[in-house]
Nanobody, 125 residues
């Protein structure tokens, strides 16, 4: 069964860091892409980061997070991490993990097939 589950959200002060986890089952990163998306109140959902490949060589980041966020796999744990550094209030959103079977990385949300429940990230003093 294909499934993704997010965790790791919480409250952090501006400039702080969080690491989100996307635990997946039913596939490997050599076959499926995993994307991170976020949706803030009153805003459209946007793609954040994407990874494909157990070596993590197919990676994309949105311009808004380049230099601050990194995405990496832990294949032994069937987990993809989103390390978020230098967090800003604008990063506040519900973050979702999703996967697209047999796909290369991309940051548009509409063709991803399987989604997690979301995890809340709040950046505030």
């Amino acid at each position: 069964q294909v499934q993704v589950v997010e965790s790791g959200g919480g409250l952090v002060q501006p400039g702080g860091s969080l690491r989100l986890s996307c635990q997946f089952s039913g596939f490997t990163l050599d076959d499926y892409a995993i994307g991170w998306f976020r949706q803030a109140p009153g805003k459209e959902r946007e793609g954040v980061s994407c990874i494909r490949g157990s070596d993590g060589h197919d990676i994309l980041h949105a311009d808004s997070v380049k230099g601050r966020f990194t995405i990496s796999p832990d294949n032994a744990k069937n987990t993809v991490y989103l390390q978020m550094n230098s967090l800003k209030p604008e990063d506040t959103a519900v973050y979702y993990c999703a996967t697209d079977p047999w796909s290369n990385c991309y940051l548009e949300d509409y063709e991803y097939d399987y989604w997690g429940q979301g995890t809340q990230v709040t950046v505030s003093s």
